[in-house]
């Protein structure tokens, strides 16, 4: 959910209690123009949220007909109203205990399965980010890097293979992240930023080896991940 929504219910949630100070103030019965405001304002929540709160239907509360108006069972409506608060609350909550993230589209990715993985670790990086999961940020930003090189090389295999960059390896999907970088930056100037930032992407790219930890001492925290997530950007924005 956006901001926008979550901004929206919020309005929605004061409004429909301010119908219910309304209501409350006639503890027995409703008469009919009491409910037009309550009526429009549910409208408009089931419009712009299908779901989110139960259908109103004021007839299933119907009493009797007064002298000028029908009379509707106030315990009944002042009931639903309640429930219908709850949800939007737990609704704002919900959201705001939930990292907000921006998804990102991998059009460039010529590997329809890879493209949708990326998709979703986008998004899975975000909320490590948020959450301060810093390795994890690290890491997975590391293998989408790789994976974006390794597709944009593989799709020039013959240009890489004789990229002044290029080791000895024939086989690409065998070559680590720094040769992957070195040899994109080689064939692709645009991308030269990359390889400005991404020493501690390659070296912390390890990481996801437990041993190779311990034998490094390498340590880690918000600035490498950061690093690590600008390089991802840099590399998206660059090929899109």
Request: glycine content about 6%.
């Amino acid at each position: 959910m956006t901001p926008e929504q979550v901004a929206h219910i919020r309005i929605y949630y004061k409004s429909i209690r301010g119908q219910q100070g309304v209501l409350q103030a006639s503890p027995e019965y409703q008469k009919e123009p009491n409910l037009i405001a309550l009526e429009e304002e549910l409208a408009r929540v089931e419009q712009e949220f299908p779901g989110l709160v139960p259908r109103f239907d004021k007839l299933g509360y119907f009493s009797h007909r007064g002298t000028n108006y029908r009379l509707f069972h106030s315990p009944g409506i002042i009931a639903f109203v309640e429930a219908a608060l709850a949800r939007l609350e737990a609704a704002v909550d919900e959201s705001e205990s939930t990292p907000v993230t921006e998804t990102r589209e991998f059009k460039f990715v010529t590997d329809g399965r890879l493209r949708k993985i990326l998709e979703r670790d986008y998004a899975e990086i975000q909320r490590a980010y948020v959450s301060e999961c810093w390795k994890s940020v690290i890491i997975i930003s590391g293998g989408a890097i790789e994976a974006i090189l390794l597709d944009q090389l593989q799709a020039d295999a013959a240009g890489a293979r004789a990229s002044s960059k290029a080791p000895r390896e024939a086989d690409i999907s065998r070559w680590d992240l720094a040769q992957l970088i070195d040899v994109a930056v080689d064939l692709r100037p645009e991308l030269g930023g990359v390889e400005k930032l991404s020493h501690s992407v390659r070296e912390y790219r390890n990481l996801v080896h437990p041993g190779s930890e311990i034998r490094t001492g390498l340590r880690f925290g918000k600035e490498e991940a950061r690093i690590a997530l600008e390089v991802l950007n840099l590399v998206h924005r660059e090929l899109s």
